[in-house]
């Protein structure tokens, strides 16, 4: 049976939480929902929804990086709107970080509510393939 790790980065906003910035489970990635917060004031960023889609992927990104993968190796994202008026600013922002093909498969829901009121959040698993690098501990199998 495949080991669950806990990933970490101090370069993502800490988790609020009784959850895990991200679990590793064998080689999927499970990374919790991020949202538009500067990692070093904790703070929610000012902008458009543009400047605030850049930062929630910078979020996942360091993440991502915290278990020696990248964003190609995203094959899921969910977003979450506040309103799905700003789904094509969103997606704009979006396309020029997620640009590889394949593009994750992806779902966007308008959500009543986000946490800290936030206008977006993003959550995505990631699959290991055999050339990343392996996370904290020693990957086996490939």
């Known amino acids: 049976m495949g080991q669950i790790q806990k990933i970490t980065s101090t370069d993502a906003p800490q988790a609020i939480g009784p959850y895990s910035q991200a679990i590793a489970a064998g080689d999927f990635l ?3 929902g ?13 902008g458009d929804i543009e400047a605030m889609t850049h930062q929630v992927i910078d979020n996942l990104a360091a993440i991502l990086n915290a278990a020696g993968m990248t964003l190609s190796d995203v094959v899921k994202t969910e977003v979450f709107l506040k309103d799905m008026s700003d789904f094509q600013a969103m997606n704009r922002a979006y396309g020029k970080r997620f640009f590889e093909e394949p593009a994750p498969a992806r779902q966007a829901i308008e959500a009543a509510k986000l946490p800290r009121n936030a ?8 699959y290991r393939r055999c050339t990343a690098k392996p996370p904290l501990k020693e990957q086996k199998g490939c």
């Open 30 to 32: 499970f990374v919790s």
């Open 34 to 46: 991020q949202l538009p917060i500067d990692p070093k004031t904790g703070e929610l960023i000012e």
């Open 119 to 126: 206008r977006i959040e993003i959550s995505c698993i990631a």
